[in-house]
């Protein structure tokens, strides 16, 4: 079992910034590796960012690339996700997952075995 804990959301004007955390319990954090997704009001799920359990690799959207970083600090069992550059289209519920079971996809809902509970975010223009 992995216990997430998302914090960070809130209110921002369109091209500021917000840093989301994620902490994690219940498993070795080192065992697994971790992403972030968002919901929009009547939108399905969508993949944000990924970060793998070793060597910290990273992975995009297509449309987060250049705006949003995602990092793990393994000291605070704690993924992060830095927003930058937001737009009002990035409002959302943002949602942290943990991979514990190796899959060969990484940007599907199905990819993640434990959720958070999100936390949201609200861009005005």
């Known amino acids: 079992q992995v216990q997430l804990v998302e914090s960070g959301g809130g209110l921002v004007q369109a091209g500021g910034s917000l840093r989301l955390s994620c902490a994690a319990s219940?498993?070795?954090?080192?065992?697994?590796?971790m992403g972030w997704f968002r919901q929009a009001p009547g939108k399905e799920r969508e993949f944000v960012a990924h970060?793998?359990?070793?060597?910290?690799?990273?992975y995009y959207a297509d449309s987060m690339k250049g705006r949003f970083t995602i990092s793990r600090d393994s000291a605070k069992n704690t993924v992060y996700l830095q927003m930058n550059s937001l737009k009002p289209e990035d409002t959302a519920v943002y949602y942290c997952?943990?991979?514990?079971?190796?899959?060969?996809?990484?940007?599907?809902?199905?990819?993640?075995?434990?959720w958070g509970q999100g936390t949201q975010v609200t861009v005005s223009s």
């Open positions: 997952a943990a991979r514990v079971r190796l899959r060969v996809g990484i940007s599907g809902t199905d990819d993640y075995d434990y």
């Open positions: 970060i793998s359990r070793s060597r910290g690799s990273t």
């Open positions: 219940g498993r070795v954090f080192s065992s697994y590796s």
